[in-house]
Every structure is written in structure tokens, then in C-alpha cells.
């Protein structure tokens, strides 16, 4: 069903490419981090996530809910960037075909073997047509179940990981790589210009991926599930009362898009994470897109508040195969902050519009 | 992966049946009621339901993120019963799957001409082989879309339907016919002997139909989700106001099957429903099985609340391809609450123990 | 204005008293626990409880909005009981108009000096006309501040002390002596016949004391208040999770009476804390009286759930000035259960009916 | 007690002066609306306030939990502006005393019979020193009560009036002021040379009236107490439903002083109203104070969010005993934001920096 990109299904949009692996889910993701005992202070001991393993060098994360082995791995390295995003396929045959696909794309590919990757299995980890590493796997190890042991949830109650964001500065070419993975698109950003973010899920959510234009590749941030929205006020609360509000760098707040209720924080080494509640199912055959317009003030907070600037410009750095780290491209297209959202040229319809301006606060 | 019953993919168990139709989800019931102002006020006004359609002898409801018609048809009817349950299938090409599917296993089935059922395509019914009505569609009208119309919400603020609960005398006979539809096993509630209940899913919750060992076939409960537990706190609060609290039946509590927070409603004919907030993601393809057993008083209630009587012992009959009510058999296998679970062996001392006393309270 | 039971000032109904002492709220209770380790297991390690305090015999425990010294003494006994009432007083003028007054009423008084209760001022501690010890004091130690240190908060995340509910053979003997102290009465269970139940209170809430019909002295509950309601469900599912549920005696729900969200809990020797969220504010010299209808399935739970018959018989021995256990008198009127309400004639068929049936469920 | 401010009873800080009145809370506000058809849908329709009377030019509102006539008289208006402030006293006594009060400070006042405000009994009418209008009234009709009428509640669910929040040019001197009536002190804003901000009770809670530095006197916003959390989540979803976010001026947030979760909406015609839930008990007779340092970045905001500017520039001009607009004067203290907090003085690099930048972000 190519016509229609809200569609789930492993498509094949390009009949030239082999069959495309069969995707489950946004899984995992790997942040390097400068200091590891201040990442596992925030990540542990403030945000609450499970420690399913641990190394000198490496934490293995996952929230209650997470039935694998881990939805973050915190890495110990010299320079801050996010290592390869996680995607759960169905089959081991999905590795083999994903193989062949990222080769016919001109993608270079690595296969990793089970247990390079502490509680996972076989691996095929790829360098994507955007840039991104991502790494592939059809199974994983099942640590005890913590989802009904209230008695151990701290901080944010993460339940686990639910989405990748992720800096493109094309972002129709993002949505064309993902849509010919069989991606669904459920929500966008747009004008009759361009389309400057979009939102796609293999899973039944609003996301697995999102796309935010601007210079990358980058990663803008991981988003993690939480149950109600008190849990994300709870979270604001515990950093407030230890004068570590400055790691809150945007909200809470209602999203426009997808309508989750939302804060994003920064870790100590500025990785940005959101944790998100509320959703709504997609998994419908005909799952209709729901387009926002850039010029909706309450596409990126549904309650019209400004969005802060550094949300837009900041970002992680991305590793490549050879774990450098990957020059980023400019944006390639419209900015989204420079037509009129979040309030910044109705402030001042008269000031010419050069950049996105700052909201006054 | 014909061994794993909880692999949600359409499965071909029994080699000498056709192709099974592709299930994406339980989507609507329809429910006979005696009374059909009666049955507007209180699934309407009180509990918010939205009026998608409206006719002198029926009502099409749906909760507030449904993106499709209708997730319950009111029928007026003279005698209260529950009426098709309708499943949502992936394409046109899984109806004609159906047909083959049900005549082969000797079920009376029927084709209804779009529109036959208000807003949806066309439509294979069948009496399938526990003794329910099912309905299954490939495509359905998209009226407006009021997951943000906060200013609408009233009542319980539903979103959608969840699952069906259906009484049945043979609960693995019952899990054998929908683990050979492909759905999978998320939880069970078992002993050495047998299993008392199970919950399956196609969508990636935990269920899109549960068994409830008793004499059936009838509709024991539908289930509707809501976002957060204060909903389910505010329909409660909203009975009390009007004294109609006796329409609460059971709860509100945390299920430890599901981990959902809950409340039972009995609608003014009896019909009960659920309404169920938080869930958990089943859709990786091998989703552990969490089973409980049924000497665990937290398996109905986490709190270890005593489930009433009647929650056992009572539901809705349901119709057959003609209209006519079906008989029913009685439990066929070991009864869940006489084996000393839930308080109830202490109503009835007379009764033989044939398991452990509840937890002292 | 003598003839407004509802006015919360010092008043002096009885010519012949001396001047009352002017109580500032209910402040603190002692329990006296037989296994001061399992005692701290429950009330810090589960339920959250600030420890300000700790000797080898006793606890002191606050809750996090509190800024004196305590809210709860634990103290190892043989026999557990409720020891001494504490009352907040405004003045240490008070202290001395308190011996006279209970020396008036023929009560046996004792002086402790500053320090005798750990973090409090003088005390004047008496055995009241209905059988309680009370402590009345008007100075304590403030420690540290901890109101807004999410990051501390466990369990319940109980902010403060909010009542103490008794048992009282003769519930307007109770209300008398009470008001003859000053205290507003807020709401009643009655009849045409008897008052059954009353909430009294000092403090600009719906009580600081209230009497439940039953044999006493008796200590009922104490009262704790948490913020919101999702403190309640979260206590509940901590207890699930350890398998604790059974430390659960009734509820969550929703007071007719007080319209606070509730649970009641028992401690490891059977003593009944409720954590009790909502109220509203008592504060208006002419404050209204809400008198509930014993027949009125409500006025227990708004929801109309039945309460536990545990509830309505067990209660906490109470100590009298020696140490020695108070000898309890029966209730000398009728009592609440009989007359129909809450579903418990139905336990006790033989006992004639008075008044209607719980509404059918 | 004059050595405590924190103590909220009558003192007599002035021996020249005659006894103050006792003001119990405040109890509700007058707000001048130009358009009194857009005011009812802003605070009725939406808001969800409730109408105790309604006439061709005023409207008479209160929340759900307020059990006299009204918390808010909307009167229409040629000019917006706040009319007189209520404040319930004890008794008819402080009536007189009040005029005396007045008097003696060389304040306007007016005698109004009962009736003369709908709903209330005989009111004392003062131009107060610090430019205010005050009602000061000792009676009050009782309407129906609604506190468990959850099935009328919507919109914000607003319970009850909680406090007036007015701007100053010289904060000590309000202070002084309402010192003398008997307010106590709960929180401060402030540094080594002044206080910015104060907040002072009468009933037991944060506060009945705060002070915010600026141009003066002026109506800063009114404070009405809702349960929990999610009602404030809520009301700012009704407005985004209806592209009426515009109406969300500042938050939700965390407040640091009184610890209350937050939102401030703006009415059609400029007034500031905050939902404000969560408080603490202010009861005891030393109470101790919390005083936050103006550069703390979490006072305004526990989660460390900017401050909006129009919510320090932005207010209600109030009337006189003649209802003519009350001219303004200018600050005469240190302005709060330009001593580093909030991050303003990045807003205003020229300005000469007088304590530390907040924290980087």
C-alpha cells in the first residue's frame, strides 16, 4: 500500500532495494557520556531508571516496565555523543535482509555477534542514509519483570523507552527512508512550503522516530514513557528540591503533536531526554495523519508557551562506524522557527524575520 | 512460530484450516437494551461517551481518541443481550479469509453489505465456535477527530475500547480458537490443573479478549480505556453525586493481572463495563507470559480486595446469527472461586477447601 | 455564641468549669508497639514516615509538612495500645487553665517538665472524662524544613497528622465534652433517634476528633493527609507489590462524610492509620453542619462499597495514667451497623432490621 | 506577640490605635468587567465557576467548595478594574471596630446595610492605607451547598477563593499594615536590603494576601484553591482545545514560595487570575517563616522557569470609595527583577549586575 505512508507494513516503496527487515520498535539507544559516575547520579539515582547491568565503563538501563535487557546503555568516553539507536526486528531473517538492504542503499554495515551487545543477541549495525548508526536485533535477554514493584520506582518512573528524535536537516529525505522501512506516519509539521518535523511508528504509538529539522545528523533527544502525568511533575519537583532545576530545560507542558504531556531534561553532558505520558493507538490499517500547521502556536505546546531556543539549536553529536564522530550538514530547508511559531513573529509582526527570534520570558 | 501462543501474528495452527483472517484489534459491541433513554442517559451523560450517530432505536458511541465510527452500538431491543462483538481486519482480502475460515470450522456465517452496520465497510458475521457473534470489517468512516477537544470531555472521559471479558465454560478450548487466530498470551491465572482465565491480544496491549471461566457463551465485560486513574476516581465521584452509586459494582483497584487501575459499571440493564486505565506494550514477538496463580490474592485485586459475588457469577447473554438469545453451558472446568481465593470459600463454610485460605485480614 | 456547636472558639458552655484551654489542633499520637523494628519496617521503610527522632525504645516520626518535633511516638511495649493524645495549645497559660479545667471535671492530671516528650515544652497530660490520655503542650522543637524535599519522599509522602478518631461508648457524651473544649462540629451520622458519629474540630479543617460509636475508650484511627489521591494508590501498590496487601483493611475510596479520598491501613500490631487527601476548609464562625443520614449508603463511602465489618469492631486498647489498659465499656446506644446500612445486616440475619436495605447492587 | 509577625491574631501593634477588627480569611473580590457577556464565558463557561446570582450588570460566582453567597462579583464596568477586596470578620462587633480602625488611620470608610452587597450582611467599606478598597463583612448567606456535587464541576473545578495578591510600591510598608490587623508572616522574598515579596494569613494557610513589589496599588491577580494537580493540567487543556491558550499567561509550574502547583490565566479584560493547588497548615501559634533569597532562581519557580515580564509589569488598576480609577505610584523600593533573578538582567545587559547570574541553563 505505497500510497498510503501511514501505513505500518515492512513496504517496498523502491523495487529496486532487496525486502526491507521487518522493524518492531524504537528499542534502545547508546549515549556516550564524560563522566559516567555523574550520568549513572542523574540517570540512577535522580531519574529512577533500573540498573540492569553494569561495567566499569557502561551502564545497562531500562525502565519498570521494559521486558528486555535495557532501553540505554551510558558509555564512558571522551567526547559526548549518542552511539547506535536500537531497533527491535521480528525475525534473525530480518538481520540477514537488513544487510542486504542498508548494502543496496550504499550503506556500510557491521554484523555484530550475540553478546557484543551485553544482553542481546546477533546484531547488524548500520550507518543510515541520514547518518545515523542504528543497530538491528531480532532478540534479547529478559531480566526479572519490575513492572508491578512500586516499591522500587523512583524519580520520573520511567516505564520505557518510547521514541528517537532526531536532528535531519531534510526532513522529506528522512521521511522517505523511514516510510520505504514501512514506517507509518502519524503526525506533522507543515506548510504549503515544506514539511518541517514528522512523526513515525512501527509500533502502535504516535512514534518510534520523530524528525526535527536542523543541521545534522544529530540526535535531539530520547523519549521515555511514563504512566501519568504526575510522575513528570514529580521528576520536576525532585530536581527542584535539589537546585538541579537547571537540567530542566523545557516545560512541563502539553505537546500539540501527539498530545502527550511532556518535560525534556539534559543530562550532565547535555544528552536531552523527554519523558512523555499520555499517547494514543495508531495501529489501525488506515490510521489518518494528523497535520499541523507551522503557524499553529499549539503544535509544539498546546498550551501556546513559548519554546525555549536552546530546544531548537542544541543537540547530541552522532558517532559514526568507526565511532567518530559525524559532521553535520546545515539545515537544507525552512526552518520552522522562522515562519511565524511559538509566538515569535506575532510578538513582533513588524521586525523583519532574519532567524528564529527568542521568545521574551 | 506455531510453539509461542503469544507471538500475535496470524497463525496457521491447524494445518487443515484456510488462511486465518489478519485481526488488528477488538474495535466495537454492540449491546441490546431494554431501554434505550435509559441506556442514553447513563452511557452518554453520565459516563461521556461521544454520539457519533443517533437513531430512534440505536446509538453509535465512541471515546474521545477513537478514530473511527464506533466502538459501542446501543440497540434497543427487548430483551437485554449483548450482540456482536466486532474485530477490526487488516484488508478486504481478510474477509473473504473469514468466510472460509468459519465454514471450516462449521460456523454459520453471514456477509453484510457496507453500511449494513452503520459506518463501517462490509462486514463477515459469524457465530464462531464458542457461541459469540463476531463481526469483522476491513474499513470504517473516520468521523472528526476530538482527541484534543478537552473542552468535550465529560464523565469518565473515555478514550477507546480496550477488550472484551467473555464468560466461557472451557477457558483453554476458548484460548485454543483465538491462539489459532494468531492472538497472543500476555497473562493466565492457572494451577497444576488448569487455567481459570487467559488474556490475548492482536493489538500491542495486553488484551484484546479475556476469558472468565463460568457458564457462557456470555459477555462478561467490555472494557474501555482511560488515560489516568483520576478519571476512574471522577466517574465514581460524579455516582455518588447523583446517589447512583449502585451502579458501581466493583473496585475502583489495581488488577494484578494487567496492572491496570479499574472500576465495573453495570449499566441500567446490567451490562457491565470496565473502565481501565494504564496497560503495558506486548507487541515484541516473544512477549513473556506473566502467569498467576490462583492461590494469589493479588490476581483480581493487587490490594487484595475481595471480589463481590456477583462479578463472578453474573453477564450478559448473547445473541445468536438469528436474533435469539443463546443457551448457555455451564462451567466445564474447575470454578477460579472455590479454590479458596478472593475471601469467597468464607462465605460459604460449608463448602470442601480445596486450596489455601486468603491472607487474614 | 454557646448556642453554634459549629463556632470553633473556647467556649464556656458550663458556668461552673474555669476557662478552658485553647487547643490548637490535634498534633500528635503515641502508639505503643510490641516490636519497635517491625514497627519502623512499616511506618518508615513502607509507609515513608520522617524519622526525627530515634532511641532504642521509641521512634519519633513526622510527616513531611510538619515542622515540630512529631506527629507519632512508636514506643516498645508489652501490650500494644494507644498511649497519650497530643494537643497543640496556644499559650503556656493554657497549660495551667488545663489543670484546673480537668481537675474541675474531676480528671486525674499530671505535669511532665519540658523534655519529658522529646522535642515538646511543659505537658499537661490527663485522663479525660471519656477516657483518653491527653497531652497538651504549647511549645515543640522545629526541625529541619522538609517541605519541599521531593527528593526524600517515599511511601505515602504523609504531610502531616490531621486527626484522631476514637471510640466512644456514648457518642454525645463524646460530643459534649468536646464541645464544651471549643470545637466545631463539622458533619454527624444520625437519625431521628441518636447521633452515631461526629467530626469535631479545632483546626480549620473538617476535624481534629472524631467518635465512632463503639465500645472505649478506644483509639479508632489516627488520620494522616497526603497531598493528592495518587499518594493513596501508591501506598496500595507498594503494599501489593511486597505481597503486604493485607496490611490494606479498607478501601481506597471516598468519604461521604469529609469528602477526602482514603485508605485505612494496619500496622503490624493491628493499630488503624487512615491516609486520608482532600477536606476543606472550617474556618467560618458560622460554619454550616452537614448531617448525614445513617441510612444513606454514602456517608461511609461515597461509592457506596461496604465497609469491612473489621473495621467497624476492632480498635486500638488505650492507656491510662498508670500505663495500665483502660477497661472498655459497650456501646451505650444503638449502634451504626444495625440499621441497615453499609450491607451488614445482611452478615447478621438474625438481628431484627430497622431500617431499609442497602440499595441493591 | 508583636515580636512575631508570624502569630495570626489581632495584636495591637499601635497602642493610639482602637482594636483591630478580627478578619477571619478573605473572602472574595469585586472585579469591573467591560464586556460582562465575554466575562461570564471566561470564568463561568470555561473556568467552570459557579453562579450563585446573576443580574443584568454582575454576576455573582463561587467555587465548588465555598459555602457562602460568592467568591467573585463580576460587575460590568465602562473601565477594567478591581473593586473593593471582602474579608470576612468574626463578628458584628468587628464591624464597629472597624470603622474606628479606619478611622483613626485617617481612612475614607462607608457603612453599607446588609443587602447593599448581594448576598452579604452589613459591610464596612474602607479606602485601606495602602489605596485599597476592603469589604470587611461579618455575615453571609449560605446557598446550596455543592462540595460533592462532582457531576456540575468542570472547567478548572475551582474550590473556593484562597487569596488577593496586590502590587505595592512599598512592600514593608504593606507589610506593616497587615502586621497590624494580626496577618501573620509566612514567606518572603528578599535580600540584605529589603523584602520584594511578602505573603501573610489570617486562616491557616500560606497566605490571605501577598504583596508584590510594583507600581501601586494595583490588583496583581486573585488566588482561587483547587484539589489537585490535575485540574490545573486540565483547564489549560480546555483552553488549547479552543485556541484560547492566549488566556495562559504564566506556568503551570512549581511554585517555590508556598510550594503551590500553579497556572495564571488572564480574563478578556486583562485581570490575572492563578489556580493554585497544594498549601501547608499555618496554624500554630510560631509558625515559623521562610525567607527566600531573591536570587534563588526556584522562589518564583521551584522548576527554575522564567518569570513571563507582563507578570511583574502587568496589573488590575483597583477603585476608590468614589469608583474612580486609584492613580498609581511608582515603585519606591528595589525592583525584584533586576537583581539577577529570573534571568531578567540578561534582558537588560546595561543594567549594573548586583548578585549572581542565574544559573546557566
Known sequence: MPADPARPQPAQLN??????PDIVRSAYATLVVT?????RRFWVDLLGFVVTAEEPAALYL???DELTHHNLILRAGPVAAAGALGFRVRSPLDLDRAVDYYKA???RTQRLPAGAVR????????EDPLGFLVDLFASAEHPERLQQRYDLRRGAEVARLDHFNICVPDVPRAYDYYAGLGFGLSETIED?????????????TVHDVAFTGGAGPRLHHLGFFAHEAHSVLRMCDILGSL?????????????GVSNAFYVYLRDPDGHRMEIYTSD?????PDHPVLRWSVLDPRRRDFWGNAVIPSWYSDASAVLDLDGAVRPVTDLAQAAEVTVGADGFTAKNPAAPQQGPQQAPR
Do not use: F, N
Open 192 to 204: 504549503e512550503r515544506c514539511v518541517y518535523a514528522a512523526w513515525m511508528y512501527r509500533k502502535q
Open 105 to 107: 542503499l550504499g550503506c
Open 119 to 126: 544482553g542481546l543477541g546477533e546484531i547488524v549495525r548500520a
Open 35 to 39: 563522566d559516567l559516575a555523574e550520568a
Open 280 to 284: 494514543y493507538y495508531t495501529g489501525d
Open 15 to 20: 523495487p529496486v532495494l532487496p525486502p526491507v
Open 62 to 64: 531500562r525502565g519498570y
Open 243 to 255: 537546585s538541579l532545576e537547571a537540567h530542566i530545560e523545557r516545560g512541563p507542558g502539553r505537546h
